[in-house]
């Protein structure tokens, strides 16, 4: 048997909903999901195996990143255009129910600059008519620059089948990059890591989350298969600690169990999380 391989970016506006199309395409959370902007801040890889076929998705920040100026974004305007350029198709995943014509015009021509084949996935599905899709799709078209097209709710995992063949259709031969058993680049301790990182962004303010850094320092399994998880939570300025903790501590209080639920649902196992806040020396 042959193997094949295709590599897959997924590009689309802040929460357009690639980190649950990635999840949902996996089978298994690798990627958080919050309603905050900017939430993915790495490439995050899911790999999906059918039959000889490998497909390695690439989360990516929100494509509003494409084309920034601001020096503070620099890292995740590289992070996206290092996905583009090193796979094989993109994804432009629209949130079907927020559709701009002019932004998503704007980005299928910055990317199209690449000479990569562009297949846009209309997602939320769910949340419209599907009739109002129609004319989204013959302007689009009118482009010429889109290969395909694709209605989903990446949620409820519908037309996620009929894209999976499509894409496996696509793959060329080649040795896969991950071994059969994996379905991420990233391992246990960057999801849980994640996490944290994601009940900050829920309970604080937006500018705090992108200052500070959540760093493992324990990760063990237990003999009863419960897992002990030690954390510290970096800060870049000693003024947000208060911040963080909360009055009486309710703030951190909060930060830790909705990260410890997270995680238990993610492992099927019970956790032990310990936080600890720390001061980044410069």
């Given at each position: ?129 599907n009739i109002l899709i129609l004319p989204y799709i013959k302007s689009l078209n009118n482009l010429n620059l889109v ?136």
């Amino acid at each position: 048997m042959i193997n094949k391989l295709i590599k897959i970016a997924l590009i689309g506006n802040t929460n357009a909903g690639k980190s649950t199309f990635i999840n949902s395409m996996v089978g298994q959370t690798i990627s958080i999901i919050n309603k905050k902007i900017n939430t993915t801040q790495n490439i995050i890889m899911g790999i999906v195996n059918i039959n000889e076929t490998q497909l390695i998705l690439y989360d990516t920040p929100g494509s509003n990143f494409l084309k920034t100026s601001f020096s503070n974004q620099k890292k995740l305007k590289i992070y996206i255009w290092s996905a583009i350029e090193d796979v094989d198709c993109i994804l432009y995943i629209i949130d079907v129910s927020k559709y701009n014509f002019e932004t998503v015009y704007s980005d299928l021509k910055k990317i199209k600059e690449t000479k990569k084949s562009i297949i846009i996935v209309f997602n939320k599905i769910d949340l419209i008519d599907n009739i109002l899709i129609l004319p989204y799709i013959k302007s689009l078209n009118n482009l010429n620059l889109v290969d395909a097209f694709f209605n989903v709710s990446a949620k409820n995992k519908k037309g996620l089948s009929e894209l999976s063949i499509f894409l496996k259709s696509k793959a060329q031969c080649n040795k896969w990059i991950f071994n059969k058993d994996k379905v991420s680049n990233k391992d246990n301790i960057f999801l849980t890591n994640e996490c944290t990182r994601n009940a900050i962004l829920k309970y604080l303010h937006k500018e705090i989350p992108y200052n500070l850094i959540v760093r493992n320092t324990l990760y063990k399994l237990l003999n009863n298969n419960d897992i002990k998880i030690k954390q510290s939570i970096d800060l870049k300025n000693k003024r947000y600690k208060p911040i963080i903790l909360g009055k009486n501590g309710e703030t951190i209080k909060k930060i830790r169990e909705c990260s410890q639920n997270e995680i238990s649902k993610i492992m099927k196992s019970k956790i032990h999380l310990y936080l600890q806040i720390n001061k980044i020396n410069d």
